[in-house]
C-alpha cells in the first residue's frame, strides 16, 4: 500500500473545521490590520532563498527540497514565504503603486527536516510583512497582530520574547566580541556550533546542546553593543507594546536563523507544545529587498506554523467548534422516487441549503439514522399515501415536529426552513 510521505499529513474531513476556523481567524484579523493577501507559486528558483535566506542557513544547507526541472532550471519547494513575497513585491513594482504595502498569506511551505510533534516536512504558515517603512509602529503591529490570532484561538500559555539585532555594523563589531570570548572555547563546542562559529555565528545562540548552552549563558550579549539608533528604536517598540499591555520579555539571546533581519526580532511561545515550543516568529529585514535586487526598501514580517499551532489549541482545549450540521436530509419511502428526490434536492442546493439525500438505495430506516448521523435540522420525506395526494413532509428533527406542504410548494420550504 502506498502512504503519505514521512513528514506529510492528510487533513481529513473530520479536522478540516479546525483549520478553517484558524484561516478564518487570521483572514478577519489581518482585514481589521488592513492587511491584503498574497499568493506565490510553490516553487521558485533556488537562487531566490539562497540569496535570501543565506547560504550558511541550516534551511539552504541541509533542508530544502531542490532539483532540477526539465529546462534545466535549479527550483526549490518554498521553505518560507518573506523571500518569495520579496521577489514579487520587486518583480511587480509594488513600491512603486504603493507607498506601503501590508501583505499577508496561509500557504504550505516545506523542508526536509526530521519530523516530530509539530514539525513536519510540508508544513503550512500564515504570516505578514509590511514592505516600504522603517517604522517601529509597524515592528509592535506585527508582534500585536500574530499575539491577536494565538488569543482570538483561546491559547493562554504564551509568552512573547523579543530582542533587536541592530544594524550590520553594530552586529559586526559584536560578532568579533562573541569569537573572543568563544575562541578558548572552541573545543568545547558541538561539532555543528564549531561550524557555526565561521559561518553564522549568532545561531549558536540556537544551539539545544546542554554543553553549548551552558558556554553561551555566560556569553556577552548583543544589546550591550547595539548603535545609538538601534536602541532608540527598540525602545520605541518595547514602550508601544507596554502602551497597549502585550505582555513580553526582553531575550538578549534571541536571534533568528535568517541572515536578512536587522533590528527587531521576535518569538511567541507555548508553553503547551513541548520542545518544539515557538509558534511565531519574525522581525524586521531592511536590507533584503536591496539583497534580492530591488530598491533599498525597509521591511518587517513575521511567520506562524498552523499545525504546532492547532496542537498547543487541542492541549490547552482552547477551540470551540460550530457543531457540524446540514439544513435538510431528503427521504424517500419509495426507490421509484430517486429521481423525484434528486430534482427537490438540487432546488434545496440552488437556494444555498445544504442537503444530502441517500445514494445507496437504503431503507427508510437507515435513511433517517443517516440523516441523524449528519444532524440533519430537517427531513423532508417524500412517498406514500401524502405523496399520492400532492403533498410532503417536513419535519423538525430535534422536537419532532410535522408539517405538510404541498409538493408544488417548495419555495414556502425553503422560506419555512431558512426563517428559523
Known amino acids: 500500500m502506498i502512504k503519505a510521505i514521512t513528514g506529510t499529513k492528510d487533513i481529513l474531513p473530520e479536522d478540516i473545521n479546525k483549520w478553517n476556523k484558524v484561516e478564518a481567524i487570521v483572514r478577519n484579523v489581518m482585514n481589521n490590520f488592513n492587511y491584503k493577501e498574497i499568493r506565490t507559486p510553490v516553487f521558485e528558483e533556488t537562487a531566490l532563498f539562497s540569496r535570501g535566506i543565506g547560504e550558511a542557513t541550516d534551511i539552504v544547507s541541509k533542508e530544502m527540497y531542490t532539483f532540477v526541472?526539465?529546462?534545466?532550471?535549479?527550483?526549490?519547494?518554498?521553505?518560507?514565504?518573506?523571500?518569495s513575497v520579496v521577489r514579487a513585491f520587486i518583480e511587480h513594482s509594488l513600491g512603486k503603486k504603493y507607498g506601503l504595502n501590508k501583505?499577508?498569506?496561509i500557504s504550505p511551505m516545506f523542508r526536509q527536516e526530521r519530523p516530530q510533534a509539530g514539525r513536519f516536512r510540508q508544513f503550512h504558515q500564515f504570516g505578514a510583512e509590511a514592505l516600504g517603512s522603517d517604522n517601529p509602529m509597524l515592528d509592535a503591529e506585527m508582534i500585536i497582530t500574530s499575539y491577536k490570532v494565538m488569543t482570538e484561538l483561546g491559547l493562554k500559555n504564551l509568552a512573547v520574547k523579543i530582542n533587536s539585532l541592530g544594524i550590520p555594523?553594530?552586529?559586526?563589531?559584536?560578532?568579533?566580541?562573541?569569537?573572543?570570548?568563544?575562541s578558548d572555547k572552541f573545543d568545547q563546542l558541538s561539532?555543528?556550533?564549531?561550524k557555526r562559529f565561521e559561518t553564522n555565528i549568532l545561531?549558536?545562540?540556537?544551539?539545544?546542546?546542554?554543553?553549548?548552552?551552558?558556554i553561551m549563558n555566560e556569553a556577552p550579549v548583543l544589546l550591550d553593543y547595539l548603535d545609538e539608533e538601534s536602541k532608540e528604536k527598540f525602545e520605541q517598540v518595547t514602550s508601544l507594546l507596554d502602551g497597549i499591555k502585550i505582555p513580553y520579555e526582553v531575550d538578549p539571546k534571541l536571534v533568528r536563523g535568517l541572515d536578512y533581519y536587522t533590528h527587531t526580532t521576535f518569538e511567541i511561545l507555548s508553553g503547551s507544545v513541548g520542545s518544539q515550543s515557538a509558534l511565531c516568529g519574525g522581525g524586521r529585514y531592511n536590507l533584503l529587498v536591496e539583497q534580492l535586487g530591488g530598491a533599498q526598501t525597509p521591511g518587517v514580517g513575521?511567520?506562524?506554523?498552523?499545525?504546532?499551532?492547532?496542537?498547543?489549541?487541542?492541549?490547552?482545549?482552547?477551540?470551540?467548534?460550530?457543531?457540524?450540521?446540514?439544513?435538510?436530509?431528503?427521504?424517500?419511502?419509495?426507490k421509484e422516487l430517486t429521481q423525484k428526490?434528486?430534482?427537490i434536492?438540487?432546488?434545496?442546493?440552488?437556494?444555498?441549503?445544504?442537503?444530502?439525500?441517500?445514494?445507496?438505495?437504503?431503507s427508510v430506516k437507515a435513511q433517517m439514522r443517516e440523516a441523524n448521523r449528519l444532524n440533519a435540522k430537517y427531513t423532508l420525506i417524500i412517498g406514500g399515501e401524502e405523496y399520492e395526494r400532492g403533498e410532503v413532509v417536513l419535519k423538525e428533527m430535534k422536537l419532532g415536529e410535522q408539517k405538510i406542504f404541498k409538493l408544488n410548494s417548495l419555495p414556502d420550504i425553503i422560506s419555512a426552513i431558512k426563517s428559523v
Do not use: H, W
Open 203 to 214: 545561531r549558536i545562540f540556537d544551539s539545544k546542546v546542554e554543553g553549548d548552552q551552558k
Open 191 to 194: 561539532e555543528d556550533s564549531q
Open 103 to 105: 501583505l499577508f498569506y
Open 169 to 182: 555594523s553594530s552586529r559586526e563589531n559584536y560578532k568579533k566580541v562573541l569569537k573572543e570570548y568563544l
Open 69 to 83: 526541472d526539465r529546462s534545466e532550471t535549479s527550483v526549490t519547494l518554498k521553505p518560507e514565504m518573506t523571500a
Open 341 to 343: 428526490a434528486n430534482e
Open 345 to 362: 434536492a438540487v432546488t434545496f442546493r440552488n437556494a444555498n441549503l445544504s442537503t444530502e439525500l441517500d445514494y445507496t438505495q437504503r
Open 302 to 334: 513575521f511567520a506562524a506554523g498552523i499545525e504546532r499551532i492547532l496542537l498547543a489549541c487541542e492541549n490547552e482545549n482552547s477551540l470551540t467548534l460550530p457543531e457540524e450540521s446540514i439544513d435538510i436530509y431528503v427521504v424517500r419511502l419509495d
